[in-house]
């Protein structure tokens, strides 16, 4: 069953590291693709990691929806399945 959070799931990284990732994740302003729609916010980063045996994805931001192309589907599975690998 899936988990959700309203803040970061890395809580246990050193506080340097936590900042550090905090001002890179979310939007960036930018549309590389055009918008998707007029409710389109743009591109954003995100992450994947492991925490406490599930594998999560901080987006950095609360997010309501994710629009992808093909290519990065794949790309977003592809890390899902690497990181669902490395689960213990």
């Not at 994740?25 to 995100?46: C, I, M, N, V």
């Not at 925490?51 to 290519?71: A, T, Y």
């Amino acid at each position: 069953m899936p988990h959700h959070s309203s803040r970061g799931p890395f809580h246990d990284e050193p506080p340097e590291e936590f900042d550090k990732m905090r001002d890179m994740l979310g939007p960036t302003g930018k549309f590389p693709q055009g918008k998707l729609g007029p409710h389109d916010e743009g591109e954003f980063r995100y992450r994947i990691g492991i925490v406490d045996g599930k594998v999560v994805v901080d987006f950095g931001k609360p997010v309501h929806s994710i629009g992808l192309d093909r290519s990065t589907a794949r790309e977003l599975a592809k890390f899902l399945l690497t990181k669902a690998a490395q689960v213990p």
